[in-house]
């Protein structure tokens, strides 16, 4: 189960880009460069704070607030009208892709006369607890792009946010998963805690996008996963677990496909494009088959839960959910500001 989650921690890729990210962030703003000009005064590393001036001290959340804002105002304003267009474009969209998942992948229903209360109960519980670990992601997120804490991720050396990250995710989220569910506070504290650490992972995405294209994101990531789990929940009992082990197959390839920029060459571009869009749109099609696999087998846990062989812990099931949300919307948002550069 550890190689699962390790395997599935998609966000991991944006340590990668950080170095690009704070070049542009040095180019892009006049302060941040005035931070590193040289001066008559050498300084050393262990400088107290005493000696640098506030100025100083406030250049590059400055620096970084002011790239911020320049991101933010390149998006058009809204129009009501548009926007209920395109809102209905989105629904229907929605609608049509629950129709036809449904008629393709679930041909075969339950035939035990439909969901009992038991699983309906833990399922919903499940998916409250989804949503507001995905609440908690975002609003921190948010929250470390205003406050200049992703600044000061993306100055320091990347391979150490990047296994420093790694190191506090893989501890939070197998310290939640070991509790027990009747000791409420630890549980809920490390949960916590595990979703701050994906919001550090998140964060640095959120602060260049443009905030439509993140809402765009957002609703394609629901919409997607909203009609796939609608097919693990109405189809046949226990029809998809043996997808497991192909999805873990697929998604050591796409981890591979993640990391192949760090051993292939810049002049490989076509060896480059074609592991981009195995990690893209092979990952999309792998952490939708995860999120068809964890909803059946939440439904299995609940009837083993219902005769006692487990506990009932939707805080544990919700984190799978968590980690399949977040590498779609991830995939999403690259996808549309890939579509967005190819326009302009």
Known sequence: ???????????????????????????????????????????SFFTPKTAISPILRSAPRNAFARQTRFYQSQAPPVDSGSFMKKLLTGGAIFGGTLVAVNIVFNRETRDDGGMPAFEREYLNSTFLHTGLG????????????QSGFVYRLMVTNPWVFAIGGLAL???????????DPDNYLPKYALWTAFNATQAAFVAPLLAFAPGALIARAGLYTVAMMGSISFVGATAKQEKYLYIGGPLLAGAAIVAVSGLAPLVIPATAARTLAMTENIWLYGGLAV????????????????????????????????ISLELDFLNIFIRMVQILMMQQNRRK
Do not use: C
């Open 134 to 145: 995905i609440g908690i992601i975002g609003l921190t997120a948010r929250q470390m792009v």
């Open 169 to 179: 995710s893989f501890g939070t989220m197998m310290g939640t998963r070991m509790v």
């Open 1 to 43: 189960m550890s190689f699962t989650i390790a395997i599935r921690q998609g966000p991991t890729r944006l340590a990668n880009k950080l170095p690009v990210l704070t070049k542009t962030a040095f180019r892009s703003s006049a302060p941040a460069r005035a931070f590193h000009q040289s001066s008559t005064k050498s300084w």
């Open 287 to 318: 952490f939708g088959g995860f999120t068809l696999y964890d909803v059946q087998k939440i439904l299995h846990h609940a009837r083993l839960a219902e005769r006692g062989v487990i506990k009932k812990d939707p805080v544990n099931e919700s």
